[in-house]
């Protein structure tokens, strides 16, 4: 029961790491409301875990942050994980691709952290993490152009939003890590020209030799949300089986 009573707000919870985060945020205790796009998946959830309560929400859309946070009284702790990935280098990224990645991985945690962080000033604490990478100001991944752009463009904003409410009570924090097992993941496999190559190559640029499952991903998201890490903050807490070591 490490985050006993916490009220969580998770985005992209429908699948993968933040579905994962959801769950594990919920086993110690925490009061979690879980979103995405994806309602169905939501629902999916719901059914595996009761105690999370679920609402569709696109993060990229200002009304609809507006009216979610108008609708919650009070948030403990942020859990951003909306993303997406482009494949490609910047002669594959079109300027209408750039606008959307910039949208869907800068602008969706703009939103968010701006329309919730006055509810953390009033109570005066907070706590917000970000789902970045370690493909962004902390490694080049080849044909990554706009996600490490957006990923790296997050990490200055999990600085900034420290720096700018540390004595305000309000922490944040970035998750980067490598690759890790989810839907997504599995997608860009298969859309690979030789999946079995891909597969391969994803797992060789690991130097530990395998994918982090989301559940590694989870934990660390549990120490961050706790008061166990309550003198951690502006940190890019790296998770990447020795990518980039
Ligand atoms: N999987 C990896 O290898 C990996 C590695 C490093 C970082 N990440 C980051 O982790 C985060 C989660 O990735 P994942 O692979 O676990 O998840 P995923 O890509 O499998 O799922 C993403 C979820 O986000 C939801 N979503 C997409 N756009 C949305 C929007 N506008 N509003 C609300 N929800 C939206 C989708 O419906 C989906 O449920 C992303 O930010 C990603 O960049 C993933």
């Not at 993968?16 to 594990?24: Q, V, Y």
């Not at 599995?186 to 395998?210: T, Y």
């Not at 660390?220 to 951690?232: G, I, T």
Request: charged fraction near 20%.
């Amino acid at each position: 029961m490490r985050l006993k009573d916490k009220k969580i707000i998770v985005t992209a919870a429908a699948q993968g790491i933040g579905r994962s985060t959801a769950l594990s945020f919920a086993k110690e205790g925490a009061n979690v409301i879980a979103t995405d796009i994806n309602f169905d998946k939501l629902k999916e959830l719901k059914e595996e875990e009761n105690n999370i309560q679920i609402q569709k929400l696109d993060s990229t859309d200002a009304d609809q942050v507006k009216k979610f946070s108008d609708s919650i009284d009070k948030v403990d702790v942020l859990f951003h994980a909306v993303g997406f990935v482009h494949n490609g280098t910047i002669l594959d990224c079109s300027s209408e691709e750039f606008h959307n990645s910039m949208n869907i991985n800068v602008y969706s945690a703009y939103l968010m952290v701006n329309f919730l962080i006055p509810k953390m000033l009033s109570s005066k604490k907070g706590n917000i993490i970000i789902v970045s990478s370690a493909a962004s100001s902390v490694t080049g991944a080849p044909n990554r152009f706009i996600y490490g752009t957006t990923k790296g463009a997050l990490n200055g904003f999990i600085k900034a939003i420290a720096a700018d409410f540390i004595k305000q009570g309000i922490r944040c924090n970035g998750i980067l890590p490598g690759t890790v097992q989810t839907p997504s993941w599995e997608e860009r496999v298969a859309q690979a020209e030789d999946p079995k190559q891909a597969k391969i190559d994803f797992i060789n640029r690991q130097a530990m030799g395998r994918l982090a499952q989301p559940e590694e991903i989870a934990s660390m998201a549990v120490y961050l949300a706790s008061d166990e890490s309550s003198f951690v903050t502006g940190g890019f807490h790296i998770i990447d089986g020795g990518w980039t070591l």
